[in-house]
């Protein structure tokens, strides 16, 4: 055999005969083997233990998302109930029934890069041959129309996005639509009411697109042309982390 191979062996079983009988080559071995087992055991439970609160925060963090969603689409079929109530005990011997129903929808995407007042919408149930309301929380977002067969979003400041709303104590009957500005503007409304700056704005639910009462904004100034008043409103509702919206798809 060659001797260096001899050699080689010799070294090999020396080496581990003083592993098994000398302490002194022995603790340094032993030490680092416990190290790099600790270490492994500590990245192990902690790895353990923060899949598990992530787990734990992640199924927390959804049934409350599922839970707001459901809050916000029943405050605004509450609302509606509130408005309808209201008005029915004006009457007597009254027989009408009202049935309200909201969607929940997803934004999508801009439809242009550059107009923030245009989205695109993920909704199953879209009618392509209807109008529908839009809101967000408890606020008026805009409304839905039909483009190229889609549900596209125009929000308050878009040109094209228009509703029914009173103004004010006395309920002035006005038309709301956006300027592509910061601020919209309520036009038609009656020079004999009295409105002023501050007062809230509302839909009124006569255009069937939302339910009467809900807030879209505050008069901020009040001008007067061909016999009627405009007022300047800034909106309650502002377009920043869209995510979800509601969409209005029956008002009684």
Same mark, same amino acid.
């Not at 191979?5 to 080559?25: D, G, M, P, R, T």
């Not at 009408?96 to 245009?118: C, D, H, Q, T, W």
């Given at each position: 055999?060659?001797?260096?191979?001899?050699?080689? $062996?010799?070294?090999?079983? *020396?080496?581990?005969?003083? *592993?098994?009988?000398?302490?002194?080559?022995?603790?340094?071995?032993? !030490? %680092?083997?416990?190290?790099?087992?600790?270490?492994?055991?500590?990245?192990?439970?902690?790895?353990?233990?923060?899949?598990? @609160?992530?787990?734990?925060?992640?199924?927390?963090?959804? @049934?409350?998302?599922?839970? +707001?969603?459901?809050?916000?689409?029943?405050?605004?079929?509450?609302?509606?109930?509130?408005?309808? #109530?209201?008005?029915?005990?004006? +009457?007597?011997?009254? !027989?009408?029934?009202?049935?309200?129903?909201?969607?929940? #929808?997803?934004?999508?995407?801009?439809?242009?890069?550059? &107009?923030?007042?245009?989205?695109?919408?993920?909704?199953?149930?879209?009618?392509?041959? @209807?109008?529908?309301?839009?809101?967000?929380?408890?606020?008026?977002?805009?409304?839905?129309? &039909?483009?190229? &067969?889609?549900?596209?979003?125009? *929000?308050?400041?878009? +040109?094209?996005?228009?509703?029914?709303?009173?103004?004010?104590?006395?309920?002035?009957? /006005?038309?709301?639509?956006?300027? &592509? /500005?910061?601020?919209?503007?309520?036009?038609?409304?009656?020079?004999? $009411?009295?409105?002023?700056?501050?007062?809230?704005?509302?839909?009124? /639910?006569?255009?069937?697109?939302?339910?009467?009462?809900?807030?879209?904004?505050?008069?901020?100034?009040?001008?007067?042309?061909?016999?009627?008043?405009?007022?300047? %409103?800034?909106?309650?509702?502002?377009?920043?982390? +869209?995510?979800? $919206?509601? #969409?209005?798809?029956?008002?009684?």
């Amino acid at each position: 055999m060659n001797k260096k191979l001899l050699s080689f $062996f010799l070294l090999i079983i *020396l080496f581990l005969a003083a *592993l098994n009988y000398s302490k002194e080559v022995q603790q340094p071995f032993i !030490s %680092v083997l416990e190290t790099i087992k600790i270490g492994y055991f500590n990245v192990v439970e902690s790895f353990d233990s923060f899949v598990q @609160r992530h787990i734990s925060q992640a199924n927390t963090i959804q @049934r409350q998302e599922a839970e +707001l969603k459901e809050f916000r689409k029943n405050y605004l079929v509450v609302r509606q109930l509130a408005s309808e #109530v209201e008005d029915l005990l004006e +009457l007597e011997h009254s !027989s009408l029934k009202v049935s309200p129903k909201v969607e929940l #929808v997803r934004a999508i995407s801009y439809e242009k890069f550059g &107009n923030m007042n245009r989205l695109w919408l993920e909704f199953p149930d879209f009618n392509s041959s @209807r109008i529908y309301g839009l809101t967000y929380k408890n606020m008026v977002a805009g409304i839905v129309v &039909n483009k190229k &067969n889609r549900a596209l979003a125009l *929000l308050n400041r878009d +040109l094209k996005s228009s509703y029914a709303v009173l103004v004010g104590d006395e309920k002035a009957p /006005g038309i709301v639509h956006g300027n &592509n /500005g910061k601020d919209l503007v309520v036009t038609f409304i009656p020079a004999w $009411f009295k409105i002023k700056k501050g007062d809230e704005i509302v839909t009124s /639910g006569l255009d069937n697109l939302f339910f009467k009462g809900l807030k879209v904004g505050k008069v901020v100034s009040i001008s007067f042309s061909q016999g009627y008043q405009k007022a300047k %409103v800034k909106p309650y509702f502002q377009s920043q982390n +869209l995510d979800y $919206f509601h #969409v209005i798809t029956k008002v009684r």
